[in-house]
């Protein structure tokens, strides 16, 4: 069984850093795209990012309001995803998820952590 | 970027009712569209991927059409354990946009 475990959130204040971690298990972790989602209180779910499986180059893509801020890696080794958080605003208080997906289309969003809350405050 | 809109942004249903939510796209992407269901309090689960293709263990209830820039999820037969919100996604391409969801409640 999948089991993904979100770590690291708290309570952070404006400017500062955080470093998220998701640990993976019942899966090949190297083989796998890893996201990160958020959702904001009472909010929708919004994309963070991914970085791609160790054969797909390990590569990264960011949505557009943490580009330049947010910084996905992985350690194939650990089965551990992180996300460091960098330049933290208000708007970035939210549950932080992590998920899996295909490397090959659809790439659904098939197993998730239960999350982990990041509270951006002074 | 690929803009979702999703809707009704909520509804009100009862038990047995068959339910329809309808996600449109600003572009085509083909049959890359997945739902979500998020119960309070805990995190989202996949339903349906690839726009009708059924998770393993989501019950048969359930149902997925569309393609292009239309789709729609269904529930044929709501049961208690339904009342829920729900989210569209679009994996065609990055950012990995999502519906802004739709709140299914007891009427």
């Known amino acids: 069984e999948v089991h993904l475990v979100e770590s690291g959130g708290g309570l952070v204040q404006p400017g500062g850093s955080l470093r998220l971690s998701c640990g993976g298990s019942?899966?090949?972790?190297?083989?796998?795209?890893m996201n990160w989602v958020r959702q904001a209180p009472g909010k929708g779910l919004e994309w963070v990012g991914h970085?791609?499986?160790?054969?797909?180059?390990?590569?990264?893509d960011y949505s557009a309001p943490v580009k330049g801020r947010f910084s996905i890696s992985r350690d194939d080794s650990k089965t551990t995803l992180y996300l460091q958080m960098n330049n933290l605003k208000n708007d970035d208080t939210a549950v932080y998820y992590c998920?899996?997906?295909?490397?090959?289309?659809?790439?659904?969003?098939?197993?998730w952590g239960q999350g982990t809350l990041v509270t951006v405050s002074s | 970027d690929i803009q979702v809109t999703q809707s009704p942004p909520s509804l009100s249903a009862s038990v047995g009712d068959r339910v329809t939510i309808t996600c449109r796209t600003s572009?085509?992407?083909?049959?890359?569209l997945n739902w979500y269901q998020q119960r309070p309090r805990t995190a989202p689960k996949l339903l349906i991927y690839?726009?009708?293709n059924l998770q393993s263990g989501v019950p048969s209830r359930f149902s997925g059409s569309g393609s292009g820039t239309e789709f729609s999820l269904s529930i044929n037969g709501l049961q208690p354990e339904d009342f829920a919100t729900y989210y569209c996604?679009?994996?065609?391409?990055?950012?990995?946009?999502f519906g802004q969801g739709t709140k299914v409640e007891i009427k």
């Open positions: 572009q085509s992407i083909i049959t890359y």
């Open positions: 998920t899996t997906s295909e490397t090959a289309p659809p790439r659904r969003f098939d197993h």
């Open positions: 970085i791609k499986s160790q054969s797909d180059g390990r590569t990264t």
């Open positions: 690839g726009a009708s």
């Open positions: 996604q679009q994996s065609h391409s990055t950012p990995r946009t």
């Open positions: 019942g899966f090949i972790f190297s083989n796998a795209w």
